[in-house]
């Protein structure tokens, strides 16, 4: 059980246009999503906490013009790079957390590249 | 501001040997600590988690933490490793178990 799916698990786009990654739990309803990017030999920083139905809260220094992100339903969300440039480049990580259940699940990554 | 610090980028471990990964963390209050296990092409598994009470927790596949508020560490260990043990190991603090702060990662190297 809990398991977090994420698609595309890889993709490459022209600078400027826009990329549209999807977050899944499986199995459970999520109601908090979290998104983290990941760059090369560093850690997971926490980009935006999105509740389903509400506004994404983003953290400081995150664009959420540049990463929209939309949690339409409990099994469902998903991050928008919008006008993507190749310092975007990074992996992409999603989780997900189950009501009642004090803990992430975790996405397997999404690599993005941006040339 | 809470911080997690993983001193060891990489370790090498014969297989069957023990194992111990550091992590320190900073943190104003009580915190939430996590270990979690990235494997290639999957998602971050957790291995283990301690909010309160019994300081040594045990966790899945044989791994088992302690938490020592002293010294501010979450030392995960492991009494004997095997070959699929081979991974990247993170160290994460939060207030709860949302807005957690990940350490850089320990790269863990098995050898035969």
């Known amino acids: 059980g809990a398991v977090v799916s994420q698609h595309p698990s890889r993709v490459i786009c022209k600078s400027g246009t826009s990329v549209k990654i999807e977050c899944r739990s499986l199995d459970f309803q999520a109601t908090t999503m979290f998104w983290y990017r990941q760059f090369p030999k560093q850690s997971l920083m926490l980009m935006a906490t999105?509740?389903?139905?509400?506004?994404?809260?983003?953290e400081q220094g995150v664009e959420k013009d540049k990463f929209l992100i939309n949690h339409a339903s409990l099994t469902l969300s998903t991050l928008t790079v919008t006008s993507a440039h190749p310092e975007d480049s990074s992996f992409y990580i999603c989780?997900?957390?189950?009501?009642?259940?004090?803990?992430?699940?975790f996405g397997p990554g999404t690599r993005l590249l941006v040339l | 501001a809470q911080s997690v610090t993983q001193p060891d980028i990489h370790i090498t471990v014969s297989e069957g040997a023990s194992l111990e990964l550091r992590c320190n963390y900073s943190?104003?209050?009580?915190?939430?600590l996590f270990w979690y296990v990235q494997s290639p092409g999957q998602g971050l598994q957790l291995l283990l988690k301690y909010f309160s009470g019994d300081t040594l927790v045990q966790g899945i596949k044989g791994f088992e933490a302690e938490f020592k508020r002293s010294q501010s560490s979450f030392n995960l260990r492991k009494p004997s490793v095997h070959w699929s043990d081979a991974a990247e190991y993170f160290c994460?603090?939060?207030?709860?178990?949302?807005?957690?702060?990940f350490g850089t990662g320990t790269r863990l190297l098995v050898s035969p």
């Open positions: 994460a603090v939060g207030p709860g178990f949302q807005k957690l702060v």
């Open positions: 999105s509740n389903e139905g509400s506004k994404a809260t983003y």
């Open positions: 989780s997900a957390r189950d009501a009642g259940q004090e803990t992430q699940y």
């Open positions: 943190y104003g209050a009580t915190p939430y």
